[in-house]
């Protein structure tokens, strides 16, 4: 039972990750069809409460970010469905991995941004999408709590 959520969680990944790059969007269903079998997951492995307490964390950091950045800039940081997305993010991770995966996150992000302003690719860049980096940042943190044994 536990593969076949994984592999649900995984192919969630990968498909919000594709969306977000090529068409700028992250679908509502997309994000509840991919938080479902987190939870479930979550469920199996350290409780359901620990699964929703990831996502009121994944929540509040996405929507502080927002909304601080509106009041700061006037414009918003990110999009809606990125702060949806933290919710979906959040229960895979739950509350007991979210420090972790939040530091792993935001040091890839910051590596694969520095190596694409090096490579001259964010100069013409208006939208920067989010969700490839996220997901993939959630995909490697969720093998290596696999390999580790703590997931």
């Not at 969720?142 to 997931?151: F, H, P």
Request: hydrophobic letters at 55%; one cysteine or more.
């Amino acid at each position: 039972m536990e593969i076949i959520l994984f592999c649900a969680i995984i192919a969630m990944l990968l498909k919000i990750a594709y969306l977000d790059y090529k068409y700028h969007y992250i679908a509502d269903l997309d994000i509840l069809l991919g938080t479902v079998p987190a939870l479930a997951l979550q469920g199996l492995r350290h409780g359901i409460l620990n699964g929703f307490l990831g996502m009121v964390l994944g929540g509040m950091c996405a929507g502080l970010v927002y909304c601080l950045a509106k009041l700061r800039y006037g414009y918003t940081a990110f999009g809606g469905g990125d702060v949806t997305l933290f919710l979906f993010l959040g229960s895979i991770v739950g509350k007991q991995g979210f420090a972790g995966w939040s530091v792993f996150f935001s040091l890839f992000f910051l590596l694969c941004l520095v190596s694409l302003h090096l490579a001259k690719k964010l100069s013409s860049v208006k939208a920067f999408p989010l969700a490839p980096f996220l997901n993939i940042a959630t995909f490697f943190w969720l093998i290596s709590q696999i390999i580790a044994g703590q997931y």
